[in-house]
């Protein structure tokens, strides 16, 4: 069945650091979700990418959607401290029905002042 | 509602018991989906309802996992003879039509620990 996999499992920055999280799928995605998810919360929409070699920017949040649309990256610049959680990518597939999302591990930020 | 709603947001209970988790999702949509989180771990699919019906329901780990959903809104996910390993936060979404694409949204999960 599908399989995201995301790395790496921990990342840990000095405040102002650029941070990077790539995620890869086994199988073409029909799109794919980022979410945040802060200690002890639960995962947050960040943002959805739905075509070939899409990129979207929030604010200090770069997030792009590979060519192949099997893989795609979040790139955090100038990381803050309010940047702390853990960030899941998840993707799509027309062959998921209901538009169920495979999740994948995560990536822990820590944020040291 | 404004949101996904879960109770109850936290469970202990002990080995061998029953346990019944309640999600009510955002006002109209029709898709409603569980999944399961372990401690420093991913999500886990575990369910998918379309309406009161689940075309997916290829995630539940046992038997002893069932789920239902009434009147198109509120579901419930039912944990029979419960074991330590189903310690998890059990997490409901929901989506406004359940098509690829739809933006899914979390409620803030039932803390379920089984002692």
């Known amino acids: 069945g599908q399989q995201v996999m995301q790395i790496p499992q921990y990342q840990h920055v000095q405040e102002g650091e650029d941070f990077t999280t790539y995620c890869n799928s086994s199988?073409?995605?029909?799109?794919i979700q980022w979410y945040k998810q802060r200690p002890g919360g639960h995962p947050v929409f960040l943002i959805q990418?739905?075509?070939?070699?899409e990129v979207k920017k929030q604010k200090r949040l770069t997030f792009q959607f590979g060519e192949a649309k099997k893989n795609s990256s979040l790139h955090i610049t100038a990381t803050q401290t309010t940047d702390v959680g853990t960030y899941f990518c998840?993707?799509?597939?027309?062959?998921?029905?209901?538009?169920?999302?495979?999740f994948g591990q995560g990536t822990e930020l820590s944020v040291k002042p | 509602g404004a949101g996904v709603s879960q109770s109850p947001s936290n469970k202990v209970t002990e080995k061998g018991k029953d346990v019944e988790l309640r999600c009510d999702p955002i006002?109209?949509?029709?898709?409603l989906y569980w999944y399961r989180q372990s401690l420093g771990q991913g999500l886990e699919f575990l369910i998918y309802?379309?309406?009161?019906?689940?075309?997916?329901k290829s995630g539940l780990p046992s038997d002893r996992f069932s789920a239902e959903r009434t009147g198109g809104s509120v579901s419930t996910l039912t944990i029979q003879r419960t074991q330590q390993e189903d310690s998890a936060v059990y997490l409901c979404?929901?989506?406004?039509?359940?098509?690829?694409?739809?933006?899914?949204?979390f409620g803030e999960g039932s803390w379920l620990t089984v002692v």
């Open positions: 979404a929901s989506s406004s039509r359940g098509l690829p694409g739809n933006t899914i949204y």
């Open positions: 199988t073409t995605l029909s799109n």
């Open positions: 990418l739905v075509k070939s070699g």
């Open positions: 998840a993707g799509g597939s027309i062959y998921n029905q209901g538009g169920k999302l495979i």
């Open positions: 006002s109209g949509h029709t898709a």
């Open positions: 309802f379309q309406g009161n019906s689940a075309p997916d």
